[in-house]
C-alpha cells in the first residue's frame, strides 16, 4: 500500500525544473506532499483532493490524476531552498490524519 | 501556538531494554502518528492514535504500542530492544480528518547499542 516515488534522487542547478512523481496501486482519495531538510522534520507543502481542491501553503504547482493513482509535483525554477526529501503520503481507509508515506525522493539544489 | 513536542530528543538504550517516547501535539489536535526513520527506508507508519483510540496499526511487531491519553498527549513503548531499531521516531498530530496538514515533531533520536 506503500506509494511508489520516482525519481528516488534528482540533482539540479539553480534555476532548472524538477518534477516528482508518486503513485499507488490502490485507489486515491488524496495525495500530501511533504518536504524534509537534512535534520529537520518533514514540513506541509500541499494536498491534492479529488475533485481538483488544492490545499497548500507553498507556491509549488502539483497534480492529481486520479484515474491513473498518481500525482506529480512541479518544481520550477528551483532554489538552493528547495533542497531536500519530499515525501508523498495517503491516507488509510478510516484515518483521521495519519498517512502512508512513499520512500522519498531527495532532491539536491546546487549553485 | 506551541508546535508538536517530543520527549527525550536524544537516547541511547542497551539491547533487551524498554524505552517510552512522549509527544504532546498540537493544542486541539486530536490525532497522533508515530512514524519510525530510517536511512533509505523513509517514514514508516507505526501507528496512529484519534481520541484515545488507536485507528490503525503498521506493520511492526508486537514489541512496539503506544497509547493516547485525554489530553490527546501520546507515548509509545517499544520493549526489548534491538539493535535494529535505533532510528529517528518522530510524531506528528492533525486537527481530524483526511484532508487536513499533518505537523510533525522534532523527533526522538534512539540508538540502541
Known amino acids: 500500500q506503500q506509494p511508489v516515488q520516482s525519481p528516488q534522487a534528482v540533482i539540479l542547478r539553480e534555476g532548472e525544473d524538477a518534477v516528482i512523481n508518486c503513485s499507488s496501486s490502490?485507489?486515491?482519495?488524496?495525495v500530501h506532499w511533504y518536504r524534509q531538510k537534512h535534520g529537520e522534520a518533514p514540513v506541509f507543502l500541499m494536498i491534492?483532493?479529488?475533485?481538483?481542491e488544492q490545499k497548500g501553503h507553498e507556491k509549488i504547482s502539483a497534480s492529481f490524476n486520479e484515474k491513473k493513482q498518481q500525482s506529480s509535483l512541479y518544481l520550477t525554477a528551483s532554489q538552493l531552498s528547495y533542497s531536500g526529501t519530499y515525501f508523498c503520503?495517503?491516507?488509510?481507509?478510516?484515518?483521521?490524519?495519519?498517512?502512508?508515506f512513499g520512500k522519498g525522493t531527495k532532491l539536491s539544489v546546487k549553485p | 501556538k506551541a508546535g508538536v513536542t517530543q520527549t527525550p530528543r536524544y537516547l541511547i538504550k542497551t539491547r533487551g531494554q524498554q524505552v517510552t517516547l512522549s509527544c504532546s501535539p498540537i493544542?486541539?489536535?486530536?490525532?497522533v502518528s508515530w512514524y519510525q526513520q530510517t536511512p533509505g527506508q523513509g517514514l514508516q507508519f507505526l501507528f496512529e492514535?484519534?481520541?484515545?483510540?488507536?485507528?490503525n496499526k503498521g506493520n511492526f511487531p508486537g514489541r512496539f504500542s503506544g497509547r493516547q491519553f485525554s489530553n490527546s498527549r501520546s507515548e509509545m513503548n517499544v520493549s526489548t530492544l534491538e539493535l535494529g531499531d535505533s532510528a529517528l521516531y518522530l510524531c506528528?498530530?492533525?486537527?481530524?480528518?483526511?484532508?487536513?496538514?499533518?505537523?510533525f515533531g522534532q523527533g526522538t533520536r534512539l540508538t540502541v547499542v
Open positions: 491534492l483532493l479529488k475533485g481538483g
Open positions: 503520503g495517503t491516507p488509510l481507509r478510516g484515518s483521521q490524519g495519519n498517512l502512508i
Open positions: 493544542s486541539g489536535h486530536r490525532s
Open positions: 490502490k485507489a486515491l482519495y488524496s
Open positions: 506528528a498530530s492533525a486537527r481530524s480528518g483526511r484532508e487536513t496538514e499533518a505537523f
Open positions: 492514535y484519534f481520541s484515545e483510540t488507536q485507528r
